[in-house]
């Protein structure tokens, strides 16, 4: 795993999409070769075209790990891969056209872009065809040996049966007796050398899972296995390496303290964050402008009641605020006064409510607590203050998550459904842990590129 700007990313995709990138590059000049030679003209030197190509290669790089091609099925299904190849390319033509209506200079000429999409798409599609016919998911699978046997050494057997874990457990060692969970671990006595037994194996890392840490941590072994090159990981830090969470059941208090993330509130961290909300939502204001004038003449069409709403929310340190949403409830959703989650094929949510809550076109109203300063345009998702004060009695570190200001999209949002009950906001808190934990201008990125695939085939919203 390579860590880019504190977030983890196996060395095996940051090949892929480097060798991608590059047959972008390939594709944008085979096709301004062509149209030269086509119309009869001279290419000229590489120099005079090097930002169109680069514009080209960049765009549709960007629009490849937007519609999640380089996610777990994106890498195991090449059905999968060519469906969301051809829907990346599309995005990037279209991002490139508006592009070019702006800086003409700085885009292929319409007849250079169709030849480079036709190029690119072929050369990708022989990429990943390649890729899954000779090395296939194995090239992007990690050798594991954990040491211990117990329950937390049974969760990260659980993790690696996940489809597309990228993990392969080439064993577990007993480190005591009373371990017994996972069946045919190796007893630590019956190896000589465990620092042997992990090169034997071939494992490129170790994972630390012993149930009791204190006078069983085996020092001695641990550091005879770094010195061989192999690296040592603790169950904590390996899972939120691995899922993106924060786990909650074997986090403690000293391993977030001792931590080196939580920085988000750096000063030029928070300006730089502040000035992008800015000119974001602004961005996004008048592009989204018709459709929430489309949205809210068809909400006041189909059931009676206010097009828009506003309703408390917790913010930054906990301070409360108002949020505005195009409505998609009826006006009778909470007729008891009472806050109530919202749950899977909601009665309560209107038909217009539906579409536009798939299409998160009823949140596009916040943009303007965006623009106040109340809310972020990254970040985790603002709660009602009764969830709140409910989440904070029955789950740890939820007041934790009140440290960076909430956000229209977050890296909860785009992992895991809407929450609808205490386990869902348990999950939901251990990506806003790792977000907090974790944050970067560069995983704000990947976080709004993930959200155009969340737009664009809904999962799990409701």
Same mark, same amino acid.
Request: net charge positive; hydrophobic share 50%; proline share 5%.
């Given at each position: 795993?390579?860590?880019?700007?504190?977030?983890?990313?196996?060395?095996?995709?940051?090949?892929?999409?480097?060798?991608?990138?590059?047959?972008?590059?390939?594709?944008?000049?085979?096709?301004?070769?062509?149209?030269?030679?086509?119309?009869?003209?001279?290419?000229?030197?590489?120099?005079? %075209?090097? $930002?169109? +190509?680069?514009?080209?290669?960049? &765009?549709?790089? #960007? /629009?490849?790990? @937007?519609?999640?091609?380089?996610? *777990?099925?994106?890498?195991?299904?090449?059905?999968?891969?060519?469906?969301?190849?051809?829907?990346?390319?599309?995005?990037?033509?279209?991002?490139?056209?508006?592009?070019?209506?702006?800086?003409?200079?700085?885009?292929?000429?319409?007849?250079?872009?169709?030849?480079?999409?036709?190029?690119?798409?072929?050369?990708?599609?022989?990429?990943?065809?390649?890729?899954?016919?000779?090395?296939?998911?194995?090239?992007?699978?990690? %050798?594991? $040996?954990? +040491?211990?046997?117990?329950?937390? &050494?049974?969760? #990260? /057997?659980?993790? @690696?049966?996940?489809?597309?874990? *990228?993990?392969?457990?080439?064993?577990?060692?007993?480190?005591?007796?009373?371990?017994?969970?996972?069946?045919?671990?190796?007893?630590?006595?019956?190896?000589?050398?465990?620092?042997?037994?992990?090169?034997?194996?071939?494992?490129?890392?170790?994972?630390?899972?012993?149930?009791?840490?204190?006078?069983?941590?085996?020092?001695?072994?641990?550091?005879?296995?770094?010195?061989?090159?192999?690296?040592?990981?603790?169950?904590?830090?390996?899972?939120?390496?691995?899922?993106?969470?924060?786990?909650?059941?074997?986090?403690?208090?000293?391993?977030?303290?001792?931590?080196?993330?939580?920085?988000?509130?750096?000063?030029?961290?928070?300006?730089?964050?502040?000035?992008?909300?800015?000119?974001?939502?602004?961005?996004?204001?008048?592009?989204?402008?018709?459709?929430?004038?489309?949205?809210?003449?068809?909400?006041?069409?189909?059931?009676?009641?206010?097009?828009?709403?506003?309703?408390?929310?917790?913010?930054?340190?906990?301070?409360?605020?108002?949020?505005?949403?195009?409505?998609?409830?009826?006006?009778?959703?909470?007729?008891?006064?009472?806050?109530?989650?919202?749950?899977?094929?909601?009665?309560?949510?209107?038909?217009?409510?539906?579409?536009?809550?798939?299409?998160?076109?009823?949140?596009?109203?916040?943009?303007?607590?965006?623009?106040?300063?109340?809310?972020?345009?990254?970040?985790?998702?603002?709660?009602?203050?009764?969830?709140?004060?409910?989440?904070?009695?029955?789950?740890?570190?939820?007041?934790?998550?009140?440290?960076?200001?909430?956000?229209?999209?977050?890296?909860?949002?785009?992992?895991?459904?809407?929450?609808?009950?205490?386990?869902?906001?348990?999950?939901?808190?251990?990506?806003?842990?790792?977000?907090?934990?974790?944050?970067?201008?560069?995983?704000?990125?990947?976080?709004?590129?993930?959200?155009?695939?969340?737009?664009?085939?809904?999962?799990?919203?409701?």
């Amino acid at each position: 795993m390579i860590r880019l700007f504190k977030h983890y990313v196996p060395h095996a995709v940051v090949w892929l999409a480097l060798i991608e990138f590059c047959a972008l590059l390939g594709a944008a000049e085979g096709a301004w070769h062509l149209y030269a030679w086509q119309a009869g003209f001279d290419a000229g030197p590489l120099g005079e %075209r090097a $930002l169109p +190509l680069l514009t080209f290669a960049t &765009a549709n790089s #960007l /629009a490849m790990m @937007a519609t999640g091609m380089y996610g *777990g099925e994106g890498l195991r299904s090449m059905r999968f891969a060519t469906a969301r190849l051809l829907a990346a390319i599309s995005l990037g033509v279209i991002f490139l056209s508006v592009l070019g209506f702006l800086l003409p200079t700085a885009t292929l000429w319409r007849a250079n872009s169709l030849y480079a999409m036709g190029i690119a798409i072929a050369a990708l599609f022989l990429i990943r065809l390649a890729l899954t016919q000779s090395a296939g998911t194995d090239a992007f699978r990690r %050798r594991i $040996l954990v +040491l211990g046997a117990g329950p937390r &050494a049974a969760r #990260l /057997a659980a993790l @690696a049966a996940t489809p597309g874990s *990228g993990l392969d457990i080439v064993g577990f060692v007993a480190m005591s007796a009373t371990e017994t969970t996972v069946t045919g671990a190796v007893p630590r006595q019956e190896i000589a050398s465990l620092s042997d037994h992990v090169v034997a194996l071939g494992a490129g890392e170790v994972v630390l899972a012993l149930e009791e840490r204190r006078k069983a941590l085996p020092l001695a072994d641990l550091l005879r296995v770094k010195t061989t090159g192999v690296h040592v990981n603790d169950i904590a830090s390996f899972i939120e390496r691995e899922t993106g969470r924060v786990d909650l059941a074997t986090t403690n208090p000293s391993g977030l303290i001792f931590s080196d993330g939580f920085s988000a509130g750096q000063r030029i961290s928070k300006v730089g964050k502040r000035l992008f909300d800015i000119a974001a939502s602004l961005i996004v204001l008048v592009i989204g402008l018709p459709l929430m004038i489309v949205a809210g003449i068809a909400v006041k069409l189909d059931s009676r009641g206010p097009v828009f709403y506003r309703q408390p929310r917790v913010g930054l340190f906990g301070q409360p605020y108002d949020i505005f949403k195009i409505r998609s409830m009826r006006t009778d959703a909470e007729a008891e006064g009472k806050a109530v989650w919202a749950s899977e094929n909601d009665p309560r949510i209107t038909r217009v409510g539906r579409v536009i809550r798939k299409l998160r076109i009823d949140e596009l109203p916040q943009l303007w607590c965006v623009l106040k300063g109340d809310m972020s345009f990254v970040g985790p998702r603002p709660e009602r203050p009764s969830f709140v004060a409910e989440l904070e009695k029955a789950l740890p570190y939820y007041a934790e998550r009140h440290m960076v200001k909430p956000g229209l999209t977050g890296w909860a949002q785009i992992n895991y459904p809407y929450g609808a009950s205490v386990d869902d906001a348990r999950v939901k808190l251990e990506y806003d842990l790792y977000y907090a934990k974790n944050y970067s201008p560069f995983l704000d990125l990947l976080i709004l590129l993930q959200t155009v695939r969340v737009v664009l085939w809904p999962e799990g919203a409701r």
